[in-house]
C-alpha cells in the first residue's frame, strides 16, 4: 500500500467514524464530492491546505489524523442504533449532597433526544450550589459492533451549546473517552465552549478502561487539571 492508499483509508474510516457520507463531507468542506472519492481511493494527491479543510470537516486536530488509531471501514449504521430504548442509551444520576451530576452516554444520540437531555441537565444542575458543580461525562461505551464512535455534527452544535451553558455553573468537569479520537473531540468541543477551564478528558488504553466501573468521586481524585 502506498502513502495515497494508506491517506485515503485514514480518511474514509475517519468519515465514518462521524458518521458522514462523501456528499456531507464534501457540502461541509466545500471540495468537490468526486475529489473527495478519488483521494479516499488513494488516485488523487491532496495539497496540505486540503488536508487542514478536511480535518476541520471532521473535527478533528491534523495530528490525530496521523495517529496510529485505527478503525473498520464499516458504517456506524446509526438508524439501528437509534431505534434501541433511549434508557439504553443514555442515563444520569444526580448526588446533591456532592453537587455532582453523572451522565453515561452508551450508543448514539438523536437531535431530539440531546435538546431534551439538555432541558433535564439544566434543571437538576439548577437545583445544586452555584459555581460548584461537578460534571461527570461518561462516554466510554458509545460502541457500535464493537467500534467506538464520537458524536455526529450536528450533536456538538448542541453539546457545545450546553457546555457554555454549564460553563459559570460548574467547579470541575471530567469527561471518560472511548477512544483516542473521542478524546479529541471532546477537547476541541471544550475548547470552542470555553469549558476547558475546568474539564479533563481521560482515556487509556484496553478493554478493561470501558468495563471499569468506580464510584464518580473517585473519578475526580484520578483527575489532574
Known amino acids: 500500500m502506498n502513502i495515497l492508499e494508506d491517506f485515503g483509508l485514514r480518511l474514509k474510516e475517519l468519515r465514518l467514524r462521524t458518521n458522514m457520507s462523501q ?23 491532496i495539497s496540505l491546505k486540503n488536508i487542514e479543510i478536511l480535518c476541520n470537516t471532521l473535527d478533528i486536530d491534523i495530528s490525530y489524523f496521523f495517529d496510529h488509531e485505527r478503525f473498520s471501514l464499516h458504517s456506524a449504521h446509526l438508524k439501528s442504533e437509534l431505534e434501541r430504548p433511549f434508557r439504553d442509551r ?9 453537587n455532582l451530576i453523572a451522565w453515561q452516554v452508551t450508543g448514539a444520540l438523536s437531535l431530539d433526544e440531546i435538546k431534551r437531555i ?3 441537565l439544566k434543571a437538576e444542575c439548577l437545583k445544586l450550589a452555584a ?54 473531540q471532546m477537547n476541541r468541543l471544550a475548547n470552542r465552549s470555553g469549558i476547558i477551564k475546568v474539564q479533563s478528558s ?18 475526580f481524585e484520578q483527575a489532574v487539571l
Not at 27 to 43: H, N, P, Q
Not at 143 to 157: A, K, L, S, Y
Open 90 to 98: 443514555f442515563n444520569y444520576r444526580v448526588l446533591e449532597a456532592d
Open 131 to 184: 459555581g460548584k458543580v461537578k460534571l461527570l461525562v461518561d462516554n466510554r461505551r458509545m460502541m457500535i459492533n464493537g467500534q467506538p464512535i464520537v458524536f455526529q455534527h450536528e450533536i456538538t452544535d448542541k453539546w457545545e451549546e450546553l457546555q457554555r451553558w454549564f460553563l459559570p455553573h460548574c467547579e470541575q468537569v471530567l469527561v471518560l473517552c472511548n477512544s483516542k479520537l473521542m478524546h479529541n
Open 118 to 120: 439538555s432541558v433535564d
Open 23 to 45: 456528499d456531507m463531507l464534501a457540502a461541509r468542506s466545500g471540495l468537490d464530492r468526486t475529489y473527495i472519492g478519488g483521494v479516499e481511493r488513494g488516485v488523487r494527491n
Open 202 to 219: 481521560l482515556f487509556a488504553e484496553g478493554e478493561a478502561w470501558r468495563t471499569e466501573e468506580r464510584d464518580p468521586l473517585h473519578w
